[in-house]
């Protein structure tokens, strides 16, 4: 079982910059690869960012609307994973969720990830 809780969502304008952290309980965290997602009032749930592990190390995945801007990383001594947003832009607002799997190739669906936090508001304006 792991348990996760998101924080450092807020407030901030347009071009701003937020980081996200997701702590996470559970001895084998360095295992899991770790998901970032958001929701925007009246939409569905949408894959933001990937952290999963290899034998060669690690990879990272970004949808294309964070591509360049947002920076998933994660330490695996704390058992914490975070979200770096830049360039922050009114529609990047949502809430975000933080998700864990341990099975699974598809990082980028959201039915694979059998863990969650209760998520984090991020509201950007303009």
């Known amino acids: 079982q792991v348990q996760l809780v998101e924080s450092g969502g807020g407030l901030v304008q347009a071009g701003g910059s937020l980081r996200l952290s997701c702590a996470a309980s559970g001895r084998t965290f360095s295992t899991y690869t770790m998901g970032w997602f958001r929701q925007a009032p009246g939409k569905e749930r949408v894959f933001v960012a990937a952290?999963?592990?290899?034998?060669?190390?690690?990879?990272?995945y970004y949808a294309d609307s964070v591509k360049g801007r947002f920076t998933i990383s994660r330490d695996n001594a704390k058992n914490t994973v975070y979200l770096q947003m830049n360039s922050l832009k009114p529609e990047d607002t949502a809430v975000y969720y933080c998700a864990a799997k341990d099975s699974g190739i598809y990082y980028w669906s959201r039915n694979e990830y059998a863990y969650w936090g209760q998520g984090t508001q991020v509201t950007v304006s303009s």
């Open positions: 952290s999963r592990i290899t034998w060669s190390g690690g990879n990272t």
